[in-house]
């Protein structure tokens, strides 16, 4: 348990460290709240749909707790460069127990940028129907952290350069977005539409956090969006720590 507090820690305190990728990191949340929610708020309010503000807040908050957990597998790729998991991979510790502690690490703070996206969301006008429901809704936004912090590590494990995770990287988080209906209705869709971003871990997420918050346009139950969430962490855990513990120094 010490050797997963340890990496934990570190983990955190590399994101902490960085004051200037604290703020940096808010610049495209920021501009999804206030163009989009905003550019399309009448059209949305026009066609029914209600406020698209309070649609759009909480798949912002997904957005910034997806990018910011799945990019957490790079720091693997930066220890593995400068030596640092060299040395943690020849320590008396099993590499579950690394594995555990860096997922958690990045999901620690992919939760917390989560925090201050939701913050700012309320800011500028984001109001859950039930205040009582943010640790409901901060439950769901640690389940999306922790379901990609373990696709991102198992990623990462494979790789050996910082251009071919950033590629895979690009290729997988924008139609994992896109696709989870964060700033779209999973309502009244097609067929192969329907079916494809019912295969998007990060649709429960933001379907969840809807539910709970009472933002309008929810697709699912919050029961099936917390199964189903879970469930897709568990399996990234699993193999995220089987592609760790195959990884080659």
Known sequence: MSAIYILWWRELRRYTRSRAQMIVSLGQPLLYLLVLGSGFGHVFQKAGMGNYFQFISPGVIGMMVLFSSIFS???????????????????????????????????????????????????????????????????????????????????????????????????????????????FPLTNQGVVLSFITRLDPLSYGVDGMRNVLGAPNAAFNPVVDLIVLAAFGFAFILFGAWRFSKIEI
């Open 73 to 183: 597998g790079l720091g693997l790729l930066w220890d593995r460069q400068f030596g640092f998991l060299k040395e943690t991979l020849v320590a008396p510790v099993s590499r579950l127990q690394i594995m555990i502690g860096r997922t958690l690490g990045g999901a620690t703070v992919a939760v917390i940028q989560g925090l201050i996206v939701m913050i700012l969301s309320v800011l500028f006008g984001f109001r859950p129907q039930n205040w009582l429901a943010i640790p409901a809704a901060i439950g769901f936004m640690v389940l999306i952290a922790v379901c990609f912090a373990a696709l991102g590590t198992a990623i990462g494990s494979g790789l050996q350069d910082m251009q071919g995770f950033q590629l895979i990287m690009n290729f997988l988080v924008m139609p994992i977005y896109f696709l989870s209906g964060a700033i």
